[in-house]
Structures are given as structure tokens and as C-alpha cells.
């Protein structure tokens, strides 16, 4: 019985000469856990995939096993290319291999793609703004990056004498010369200018048996996948603004520390800060969005409070929702939140009561910023059906254990020692936090049934209840 493409065509990893490299050898197993993290909440079937670095192919394989209008590879070494070609064949005009420059490729490609994966090659590339431009202008929903982490912390691109990538020979032998280290943080900058938002962190099941480059940055090779997502507008270069004359932001030479405030600096770059900054972001928008599905008729009133640049209500949207409430205090964030002709954002630091009933209510990591949060869920009960759902999802009091732990969560997403420093001096007195029994007590006193964790990750904690 097949279980996995490669179980039908093993010599994706059987004839690969980078199974005998120390780090990171390719098997069944890496390539299955790894292409099964890729496209794991992704539905490829009609999507057009460009692989750029493409080696064996195993990606067009996978992405046509699963049923992906076409693939194209472009392999630079030919030796690669040319088993690629053989080991496609079955799939005839779906699988198309270009032997060639990546770079020359993507200056002449005419053609748009649903799906663009740059694996394990970025890092060799020095013009890497380049060729993430190119890369991005011809992408039409995701774009998925393998990369190595620098040695270095901080939002930084690193250079390196002594790259390696391997070689399409029997030696067993890798290049070496002058390439790039990014960090996720700079990726997620550059790619902002090009019009990308980060999606997802891709989390690879533990590698058995083999130095696991993915789940421990011991190793000098240690790598990050992450998948990004076209967005609604995009960020600008300093170069950008100053050869165009745009208004960009102006601040003074000398600044003083500021409590923190939703404005447009923060609106700007808030969902690359919210992924950065809470622990299972995306996880815990999903499981809302999973949660409706079980609970909601399309119909039914659903309203995030704390909607901010409306991220969620989109998701729920594309699931087929369709009478959507969202309401932020930020006034930058209202102008610049995602919403369509049957969603309705609210502009207000009140929970609009006068809209009620919902049949659902989401309030993720905005009442701890609200010193009088016992009122506000008051209001949101009150403003339930019987039967509805709150979630709810806030920051809890935690030990210094649990702070040092969510802050190695932060270094590790490549946030500097003075950003979290000066970030949690901004948030003094703004965010405040309450033990994870006060939120217990305060949901059964006010009347919620059937109160439960969904989810938790350090001290962020996001809890389900009933009326």
C-alpha cells in the first residue's frame, strides 16, 4: 500500500548523492515530514508550483502526487536536472524542468505561479533582494522559503565566506564560496516591500536517526522553513521613499521612551510583530476559525473584539462566514483593517452591545490591555446567545521561569535584547495581567458553562466557554 509519493517513487531520496552528507541527509523521512509541513494546511490540487532550486524534483513530485495543475522546476546543474526530467515523466506536460540560471529565469519568466518555493538555495544568492523581488512579482498567493539561520542574533542578513550547497556529482562534494545567512526577522522585513505577510512558521516533525537541522539550532546548519502570503499592500525602502519624494516617517534624532501605542508605525508591521511577539499566533486564529465551524451556521453572528487589521475575520470570511463584526480602539487600525460589503468594523473601546445577539464572541490578547476587563466580559455574556461561545485569549501572570522562557521565544524569532527591553518598558501599566484562576472564577461567576483551554503556550493562554 502507498503511503507517501516517495513510497511510490523511491528514487527521489534512493539516487540523491546528498543522503551521504552528515547534516541534513535527504531520506524518506526528511522529505515526506518536510513536504507534509509545507503543504499541510495547503490544498494544491489545480495550483500551478514553480521550484526554484529544484534538485530531484521531489517537490514536483509531491505537489502533482496531490494534484497540482503543473510544476516547474529550474535546477541549474544538469546532472540534477536531467534524472528530474526521467523521474517525472509520468506526469508529461504537468512537470516541466529548466535547466538554468535561476536569476536569468526569473528576469524572463512571463508567467504567474499559485506557488513559488525557494528550498535550501536563497542563501547562495548575494543580490538576495534581487532575486526575492523577482521571486515574489510572479507569485500569486504563497511563498514558501527554506533558509539557514545566521550565527548571529538580531534582524540581520550575514555573509559568509564559506558557504557551501552541494554538488550534482558522485563525489560526494559541495561548492563553497561567498553567500548569505538571513534571519527570519529581515525576511520578513524584505519581503513586507514586496508584498508578502508571513503566514506560518512550517514546523517539520522531529527527524529520527540523523543530526535534525530543523528542531535543534545547535547545529551549524540549522534551518528555517517558513510560508508567506501575498497581502493587501506592501512596505517601502528608505531609497524608495527618498526617490520618490513619498511623505515616509520622519522622527527626531533624539527620542524618549513612549508607552506603547497602537499607531501606524505598530499598524504597519503588526502581524509580522503579533507572530513574533505570541506564542502560537496562527495556531490559536485557526482554532477560531475551526471552532465557528463546529458551532456556527454561516449565518450566524460572529464579532472580534480587538479586531484589529481584521486578520481573523478574513479567515473567517474565506471559511464561508458571512455576517462578521469587528471592533478596535485604534482608529489606525479601523482604517486599515480588511473587510468586505458583509462585514461591519466598529470603531470603539466599548463592546457594542447594541448589536447583539452573537452567536459567537472573540476577544484574542486585547482585555488585558483594559484594567476593568470583569465589566467588558460581563458585557460580552450579556450579549451571547444561550449556546454561544467566547474565546478568549490573554497574557496570565506567570513566574520568572515562565517570562525567561517566553522571552527565549522572542530571541528565538530574532528580536534583539533592547527591543524586548524597551518593549516591556513600553507596555508598563498599558498590559497588565491577572492570574489564570481570576479568569476561571470571573467566566463561572459571570455565568459561562463548560470553561476550558484550548489552547497555551508560556504564559499566553487561550480559553473556550459556553452560556
Excluded at 80 to 105: H, M, P, Q, V, W
Excluded at 173 to 199: K, P, Q, V, W
Excluded at 380 to 404: H, N, T, W
Amino acid at each position: 500500500m502507498i503511503k507517501t509519493p516517495f513510497d511510490e517513487n523511491p528514487e527521489f531520496y534512493e539516487s540523491d548523492n546528498r543522503k551521504y552528507r552528515i547534516k541534513n541527509p535527504v531520506t524518506n523521512e526528511v522529505l515526506t515530514k518536510k513536504h507534509r509541513a509545507i503543504f499541510s494546511s495547503y490544498n494544491l490540487k489545480g495550483k500551478t508550483v514553480l521550484d526554484l532550486g529544484s534538485c530531484l524534483g521531489a517537490s514536483g513530485k509531491w505537489a502533482l502526487f496531490y494534484g497540482a495543475e503543473s510544476y516547474t522546476g529550474v535546477e541549474v546543474q544538469n546532472e540534477y536536472a536531467e534524472k528530474s526530467r526521467k523521474y517525472l515523466t509520468r506526469y508529461g506536460d504537468k512537470a516541466n524542468i529548466i535547466c538554468g540560471s535561476i536569476e536569468e529565469f526569473l528576469k524572463n519568466s512571463k508567467n504567474e505561479y499559485n506557488v513559488v518555493l525557494l528550498l535550501g538555495v536563497l542563501h547562495v544568492f548575494v543580490n538576495f533582494y534581487e532575486i526575492l523581488k523577482l521571486a515574489s512579482s510572479i507569485c500569486t498567493d504563497i511563498l514558501i522559503i527554506e533558509n539557514l539561520y545566521p550565527c548571529l542574533n538580531g534582524n540581520i542578513v550575514e555573509f559568509s565566506s564559506d558557504q557551501k550547497i552541494n554538488l550534482a556529482t558522485d563525489k560526494h562534494e559541495s561548492m563553497e564560496g561567498i553567500g548569505i545567512r538571513m534571519s527570519l526577522g529581515s525576511l520578513d522585513i524584505i519581503l513586507a516591500t514586496c508584498g508578502f505577510l508571513r503566514d506560518v512558521n512550517i514546523n517539520v516533525e522531529p527527524i529520527l536517526g540523523s543530526k535534525d537541522v530543523y528542531n535543534n539550532q545547535e547545529f551549524s546548519e540549522s534551518r528555517y522553513i517558513v510560508r508567506y502570503k501575498r497581502g493587501d499592500f506592501s512596505s517601502t525602502t528608505l531609497s524608495e521613499d527618498l526617490a520618490s519624494n513619498r511623505q515616509g516617517k520622519k522622527t527626531p534624532w533624539k527620542q524618549e521612551e513612549k508607552p506603547w501605542v497602537f499607531d501606524d508605525t505598530v499598524v504597519d508591521n503588526f502581524h509580522n510583530i503579533a507572530l513574533n511577539n505570541i506564542p502560537n499566533y496562527q495556531s490559536v486564529v485557526d482554532k477560531c476559525v475551526q471552532i465557528a465551524t463546529k458551532i456556527c451556521d454561516f449565518d450566524s453572528k460572529i464579532i472580534d473584539f480587538g479586531s484589529a487589521l481584521g486578520y481573523t475575520l478574513k479567515k473567517l470570511n474565506h471559511a464561508g462566514f458571512n455576517r462578521l463584526y469587528g471592533v478596535d480602539a485604534s482608529e489606525s487600525m479601523v482604517n486599515k483593517s480588511w473587510k468586505n460589503n458583509t462585514t461591519m468594523i466598529i470603531h470603539s473601546n466599548e463592546f457594542p452591545v447594541k448589536e447583539a445577539p452573537f452567536h459567537m464572541v472573540i476577544a484574542n490578547w486585547v482585555l488585558h490591555f483594559i484594567s476593568e476587563r470583569a465589566s467588558y466580559i460581563t458585557d460580552i455574556y450579556d450579549s451571547l446567545e444561550v449556546g454561544g461561545v467566547f474565546i478568549l485569549s490573554e497574557k496570565v501572570s506567570g513566574s520568572e521561569m515562565a517570562k525567561d522562557l517566553y522571552y527565549d521565544f522572542k530571541r528565538l524569532n530574532n528580536i534583539s535584547e533592547e527591543e524586548i527591553n524597551m518593549k516591556e518598558t513600553a507596555l508598563k501599566g498599558i498590559l497588565t495581567t491577572k492570574p489564570i484562576g481570576w479568569y476561571f472564577n470571573v467566566l463561572e461567576r459571570t455565568g459561562f458553562k463548560n470553561i476550558e483551554v484550548v489552547d497555551a503556550s508560556f504564559s499566553f493562554i487561550t480559553f473556550m466557554a459556553r452560556k
